[in-house]
């Protein structure tokens, strides 16, 4: 069974800045691509970066220069580093990734179970 946990939410003024991690545990063989989501009350989930296995990343057009996705694939963990947050920037965040469970495994998609950002005065 493989489990990924969010970590790192909670509550920041405009402009502040915090940083969200993601550890993936259980039978992990090799981590493929990552990515974290969000979801804003009312709204649809949306995708906000990606990282494939190579490192290359990938940004939504509203968090692009303002946040950064990183991945230590010893940890078997994801990041996001969130920089001169704003209002809108408040969502649940979720992390998802593409894992082998095993050498002769297809790749599995999973989800954490999300941790909230708040961005308020």
């Known amino acids: 069974q493989v489990q990924l946990v969010e970590s790192g939410g909670g509550l920041v003024q405009p402009g502040g800045s915090l940083g969200l991690s993601c550890a993936a545990s259980?039978?992990?063989?090799?981590?493929?691509?990552m990515a974290w989501y969000r979801q804003a009350p009312g709204k649809e989930r949306e995708l906000v970066a990606t990282?494939?296995?190579?490192?290359?990343?990938k940004y939504a057009d509203s968090v692009k220069g303002r946040f950064t996705i990183s991945r230590d694939n010893a940890e078997n963990t994801v990041y996001l580093q969130m920089n001169s947050l704003q209002p809108e920037d408040t969502a649940v965040y979720y992390c998802?990734?593409?894992?082998?469970?095993?050498?002769?495994?297809?790749?599995?998609?999973?989800w954490g179970k999300g941790t909230l950002v708040t961005v308020s005065s």
């Open positions: 998802n990734a593409n894992i082998l469970a095993t050498r002769y495994s297809f790749g599995t998609e999973y």
């Open positions: 259980g039978r992990v063989f090799r981590l493929n691509a």
């Open positions: 990282i494939n296995s190579g490192g290359i990343t």
